[in-house]
């Protein structure tokens, strides 16, 4: 049906960076945001603790009979998404990859650091895609504390600072963490004035190809399962706020 909803999940806020792009191109869709901030950070748990945290969203999520599924979270779709993919075969999901590739076509000369989460960095399947992709500019930083940091509302400046102080210099920086694009002001204060390099966009136009004569016609809503008020008013102002860099 095409008015039954596109879903999405992430351990809290950060998955509403890509939620914002989906809206912009589907304007009507009904929506559900599953934020799990309770299981925050999920970069650094183990793949067994994913697999059943992922699954539980999941589950939760049936209930709305959504059109698809959107993994809003690069550590989910590394390290389980393909085994979530055969449990629930009838569902259409769409992942999150940190964008290396566009590092590769577009940006080779440029020097890079790609951020991610610690389970993300140590995934397989990141790492197939670092090596496939990565050019002598780039450089891999795992942010074990970030997301957390984002989450929680704290002072994110002192951590990145001394994870990125010996990057000057730096031209590009690939965000590959859903949340991190929060932080993007942070970010330019330490080094400068950086393109940033997110998927949210190429997930938003993947979404809409999926979706082909399957879009709703109607009024949309948006429905944020949240574990309090305080995360729900942050995700409704980050789909609200206007453009930057
Ligand atoms: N926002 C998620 C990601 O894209 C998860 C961050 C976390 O909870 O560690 O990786």
Do not use: W
């Amino acid at each position: 049906m095409s008015n039954n909803p596109i879903c999405f999940f992430d351990s809290g806020i950060g998955g509403a960076t890509i939620l914002k792009e989906v809206i912009k191109l589907l304007p009507n869709e009904n929506y559900v945001y599953y934020a799990d901030s309770k299981n925050n950070p999920y970069g650094n748990k183990t793949k067994k603790e994913l697999f059943k945290i992922a699954s539980n969203n999941i589950d939760n999520l049936i209930k709305y009979n959504p059109k698809l599924i959107v993994c809003a979270c690069n550590t989910m779709t590394e390290v389980v998404l393909n085994k979530i993919r055969k449990k629930y075969p009838n569902i259409i999901f769409v992942g999150t990859e940190p964008a290396v590739k566009v590092i590769h076509d577009k940006y080779q000369d440029k020097k890079t650091i790609i951020l991610t989460t610690k389970a993300t960095g140590e995934s397989k399947r990141f790492k197939m895609l670092f090596n496939n992709y990565k050019t002598d500019n780039t450089t891999l930083i795992k942010a074990p504390l970030l997301a957390s940091l984002i989450e929680n509302n704290k002072n994110t400046y002192p951590y990145l600072k001394k994870i990125l102080k010996d990057y000057k210099g730096t031209e590009v920086v690939v965000l590959g963490c859903s949340h991190f694009p929060l932080v993007k002001d942070e970010i330019k204060e330490i080094l400068g004035n950086v393109i940033f390099i997110d998927g949210s966009i190429g997930i938003a136009n993947r979404v809409k190809s999926l979706l082909e004569n399957n879009i709703n016609k109607e009024n949309g809503s948006i429905k944020i399962i949240s574990t309090d008020l305080f995360t729900k008013n942050k995700i409704l102002k980050i789909i609200k706020k206007d453009d930057e860099t």
